[in-house]
């Protein structure tokens, strides 16, 4: 089961298409009036604020707001690709795991944007969201000519770290790892100073290392991300997630 946006840019009916392996799990097209699509069900709501008063600055965590399409960021963050055609754009990322198939359709749902997947030869799944209008802000930010770079001042908080962790978070006996793009060299350094910020330090791993990936560990830093990404979507193990202390 596979599906594209037009490429010619013409908005037509969004369709979100069941993800692999759980029937239970449907997303189905709702006629807002406006053509966007809104997931049936969506993931349990995340905790409440965070506050990091050793910062004097405020950090939210995924409940502080509404999902929005600047958090799609998260996704560009990790091993997110976008590309520009015409006056649109399409977002896309290659995940290992069917449940973050579900996640990540729903959560693009939420946000009014349609998405489909199809399978790898690799055995991964390929997750592509239609080419809309919507989404040129973000391609426009991130992209240096056919190069992905975070744009300045670029920052995550918990609705961003969520996407990233669905997306390409795996956990470890030690710690919980944040994949990156392996081709996105130059967004590497930027990124792990976003994680500095929000008080995730983490140490970058090399492709020889079992990345490339920022490695979260310490019992203070990942109770911070659990605090930032809130509770598993219901799709999640919950070994897939970090775990509130």
Same mark, same amino acid.
């Given at each position: 089961?596979?599906? @594209? ?11 979100l ?18 053509? +966007? ?5 969506a ?8 506050? $990091?008063s050793?910062r ?6 995924? $409940?502080? +707001? ?6 799609? +960021? ?6 997110? &690709?976008?590309?520009?055609? !015409?006056? @649109? ?17 729903? &959560?693009?749902?939420?946000?009014g944007?349609?998405?489909?997947? &199809? ?11 239609s080419?809309?209008?919507?989404l ?15 744009? +300045? ?9 969520r996407?990233w ?15 990156l793009?392996?081709?996105? $060299?130059?967004?590497?350094e ?7 910020a ?12 079992? !990345? ?5 560990? !310490? ?7 659990? $605090? ?8 999640a193990p919950?070994?897939?997630?970090p775990?509130?202390?």
């Open positions: 089961m596979s599906g @594209t946006g037009d490429p010619s840019g013409r908005e037509t009916p969004p369709v298409f069941l993800a692999p392996g759980d029937d239970a799990l449907r997303a189905e097209r709702l006629d807002t009036g406006r053509g +966007a699509p809104v997931a049936r069900r993931a349990p709501p995340p905790p409440a604020d965070v506050d $990091e050793a004097q600055l405020t950090f939210f965590g995924a $409940e502080a +707001a509404d999902p929005s399409l600047a958090d799609l +960021a998260g996704l560009l963050a990790g091993p997110g &690709e976008v590309v520009r055609m !015409g006056g @649109t754009a399409r977002l896309s990322v290659v995940v290992d795991a069917a449940w973050r198939v579900h996640v990540l359709v729903a &959560e693009l749902a939420l946000r944007v349609a998405a489909t997947w &199809e399978a790898t030869t690799d055995g991964r799944h390929a997750v592509r969201t080419y809309a209008r919507t040129k802000p973000l391609a426009v930010a991130w992209l240096r000519g056919t190069g992905k770079r975070p744009p +300045a001042g670029f920052h995550l908080d918990g609705r961003r770290l996407l962790l669905a997306a390409a978070g795996a956990a470890e006996p030690s710690g919980f790892l944040l994949r793009g392996v081709a996105d $060299e130059g967004c590497w930027p990124v792990g100073g976003a994680l500095h929000v008080g995730l330090s983490g140490v970058l791993l090399g492709p020889g290392e079992g !990345g490339p990936a920022y490695r979260i560990t !310490g019992h203070r830093r990942l109770a911070r991300l659990a $605090e930032l990404v809130g509770d598993p979507p219901s799709a919950a070994t897939a997630w775990a509130r202390s």
